[in-house]
Structures are given as C-alpha cells and as structure tokens.
C-alpha cells in the first residue's frame, strides 16, 4: 500500500513553461495535468518506475525528474522531451511541483546544469541541496 501525497504547484512553475503548455496543447494540457497531478499523489509508486529519476535523496526530502507525454500525442513520454522537476517531502507527505518545461525550453547543450540553475536562482529552500 502506498501513502497518498498532497500536491502543491509552485507559483514559479505555473508562471514560466506551464503557461506555454496551457497555452499550446490547450485541452489536451488539462488531461496531461491531471493525470500527472494524480501520479504526483502517488509518488511512492513512480519510484518503481523508469519514469522517475531521483536526483537528490537528502533526509526527508527527495529532488526527482520525471517525463511525460501529451495526452492524444504519439510520442512516448521519453521522446517527448517533456519533463517535470519534483520535490517530494516525505516527512509531511507533500509534492512540489518546481518546474514543469520541454527541454528544448531550457536552451543550452546541458539541460541538467540549466534546470539545476534555475532551481537554485529560484528556490531558496532548495538552493543548499545542489
């Protein structure tokens, strides 16, 4: 059985990429958000998954990316070259969601450093852990 978490998206995120996918993918972004709300609420099964990749487990908090694809695309969630930074809290059973963006939002060659820049510049509570 798994815990059920509550799911916070970050004032940051709404702002910046998650208004373009609104914007671009319309209805479609409304599906692809809920589901992705509900597998937030469920992160403890994502763990078991190739979907996630953990980039920081300090304490009681945990850094993760995640992929996923538009609701009606083709593309896998992996081809798609969308992805989601997480931070889950287990202590309080909470999920934040820190940045939602295609990488090909982020420009650059190195989309790892460029994410990991804009969580720091943008999130205090987050910037010692990188």
């Given at each position: 059985?798994f815990?059920?978490?509550?799911?916070?998206?970050e004032?940051?995120?709404?702002?910046?990429?998650?208004?373009?996918?609104?914007?671009?993918?319309?209805?479609?972004?409304d599906?692809t958000?809920?589901?992705?709300?509900?597998?937030?609420k469920?992160?403890?099964?994502?763990?078991n998954?190739?979907?996630?990749?953990?980039?920081?487990?300090?304490?009681?908090?945990?850094?993760v990316?995640?992929?996923?694809?538009?609701?009606g695309?083709?593309k896998?969630?992996?081809s798609?070259?969308?992805?989601?930074?997480?931070?889950?809290?287990r202590?309080?059973?909470?999920?934040?969601?820190?940045?939602v963006y295609?990488?090909?939002?982020?420009?650059?060659?190195?989309?790892?450093?460029?994410?990991?820049?804009?969580?720091k510049?943008?999130?205090?509570q987050?910037r010692?852990?990188?």
């Open positions: 059985m815990t059920k978490y509550a799911v916070a998206t004032h940051f995120a709404e702002r910046h990429f998650i208004k373009n996918f609104k914007k671009k993918y319309k209805t479609a972004w599906i958000w809920r589901a992705m709300i509900e597998e937030f469920r992160t403890d099964a994502l763990f998954t190739s979907i996630v990749e953990t980039i920081i487990d300090v304490d009681n908090i945990k850094i990316k995640t992929e996923f694809r538009i609701a695309s083709k896998s969630r992996k798609s070259g969308n992805r989601c930074i997480v931070a889950v809290h202590d309080i059973r909470m999920v934040y969601v820190l940045l295609h990488k090909n939002d982020l420009g650059g060659s190195n989309e790892t450093a460029r994410w990991k820049q804009i969580i510049e943008n999130y205090d987050y010692d852990l990188f």
